[in-house]
């Protein structure tokens, strides 16, 4: 059974880093695309950035580039997304997406990210 779980969320001031973690368990060394979403209540859930497991290729959504940035370490079954200089609009809850290659779809939990002084 494919897990996907998410952690790394908290509060962070204005200007400041954070780093979320996704641990995908269960895959049995298919190949995937991990992605990562962030929704708030006002708007529905956006694409941020994803990255394409094993080649490590990655894509990140135009409003972020040059402030996230997704990466992802085999051994640890885990997707990464370093975000920086963020701004309190980044609040929101942050969901990693796993697309496999057998074409089957897995979402964490969400973790929520803070950004206030």
């Known amino acids: 059974q494919v897990q996907v779980v998410e952690s790394g969320g908290g509060l962070v001031q204005p200007g400041g880093s954070l780093r979320l973690s996704c641990v995908v368990s269960?895959?049995?060394?298919?190949?995937?695309?991990g992605s990562w979403y962030r929704q708030t209540p006002e708007k529905e859930r956006e694409f941020v950035a994803c990255?394409?497991?094993?080649?490590?290729?990655?894509n990140v959504a135009d409003s972020w580039k040059g402030l996230f940035a997704i990466s992802s370490d085999n051994a640890k079954k885990t997707v990464y997304l370093q975000m920086n200089s963020l701004k309190p609009e980044d609040t929101a809850v942050y969901y990693c997406?796993?697309?496999?290659?057998?074409?089957?779809?897995?979402w964490g939990q969400g973790t929520q990210v803070t950004v206030s002084s």
């Open positions: 269960g895959l049995n060394g298919r190949s995937y695309v």
């Open positions: 990255v394409f497991n094993p080649h490590d290729q990655t």
């Open positions: 997406h796993v697309h496999d290659s057998r074409d089957y779809y897995y």
